[in-house]
């Protein structure tokens, strides 16, 4: 585990700043979507945008999404998710961010889409969410875990704030199951470092984590398989000539992210890092 696993405030300071400053080159550079893109085994591979958009349908199918009225978006970026939930659903949208340059952008790209009425984002820690019990009937987390210094304490904040009936997704950057070698540790503390994370567990924790919260048909799903190549195609990507000038312009934290891209690529081939799903309906008191 990282040393910030005892300091949330100065973790929290920390992702804010990296998210601050390597946000809009994301965009202008890799688009509104800060996450993985889904490729089909054995198929042809969309374009990288196309990719992360897929990745959204193939998360609503899969965990049986139907209808939002009130969805929270945990770790909203600048509000790729949040958006095209709430075009797709109808949905009132709320997303939380630890990156005030994120939830501005945010913001600004939901009036651009005439979604500002129906959407809100701000600048919150999901460990202490500032919202009622029972607030939404979804709470979508996109690749936001592996920042979370207390996997328990996030999934209880999610539960707290998911009405009865409503259901959680989460999909999250894990490690393999069993214990790890020094060489594996090594290996993620290098990617913790660069990433701002603190630690991940496996999808068997996360499992067994969310086991202890009312979450009925609790389901789970690996698509490390499906999201792997994402990261030698974002690499490609950055040996643009033009893409290599903004990385260099926008910072060191963000010319470490770039040079580590390659540590993420690795760890998906060497089957160390996995990618999970998971996916519960909150129980409904006297069932």
């Not at 080159?25 to 996450?35: D, F, I, Q, Y």
């Not at 809100?120 to 210094?149: C, I, K, R, T, Y």
């Not at 209880?156 to 069993?178: D, K, N, Y």
Request: hydrophobic letters at 40%; proline letters at 3%.
């Amino acid at each position: 585990m990282s040393d910030f696993h005892g300091d949330r405030t100065a973790l929290n300071q920390r992702i804010g700043r990296f998210y601050d400053r390597s946000s809009a080159l994301w965009e202008e550079v890799w688009g509104e979507h800060m996450h993985h893109g889904y490729y089909e085994p054995e198929q042809p591979r969309p374009n990288r945008r196309q990719a992360q958009i897929d990745l959204l349908d193939r998360l609503i199918d899969w965990s049986q999404l139907s209808t939002v009225d009130r969805l929270l978006d945990v770790g909203c970026g600048i509000g790729g998710s949040s958006l095209y939930l709430a075009e797709r659903f109808g949905a009132q949208a709320t997303g939380i961010t630890l990156s005030p340059v994120q939830a501005g952008r945010a913001q600004e790209r939901a009036v651009q889409a005439q979604l500002a009425d129906r959407t809100s984002f701000q600048v919150a820690d999901a460990l202490a969410m500032p919202f009622a019990d029972g607030s939404f009937d979804l709470v979508w987390s996109l690749e936001s875990g592996e920042h979370m210094p207390d996997k328990q304490r996030f999934l209880s904040e999610c539960c707290r704030v998911l009405a009865p009936g409503g259901q959680l997704i989460v999909a999250t950057w894990c490690h393999r199951e069993g214990a790890l070698t020094a060489a594996e540790q090594q290996h993620l503390a290098q990617i913790y470092d660069v990433y701002c994370l603190p630690y991940v567990v496996s999808l068997g924790e996360y499992e067994a984590i969310a086991r202890s919260f009312p979450l009925d048909s609790l389901r789970s799903a690996d698509w490390s398989a499906e999201v792997a190549p994402f990261w030698d195609l974002v690499m490609d990507s950055a040996k643009d000539l033009r893409v290599l000038l903004k990385v260099l312009t926008a910072g060191w934290s963000t010319v470490r992210a770039t040079l580590a891209l390659r540590l993420m690529s690795q760890g998906y081939a060497r089957g160390l890092i996995k990618f999970g799903l998971l996916t519960g309906t909150k129980a409904i008191a006297g069932d």
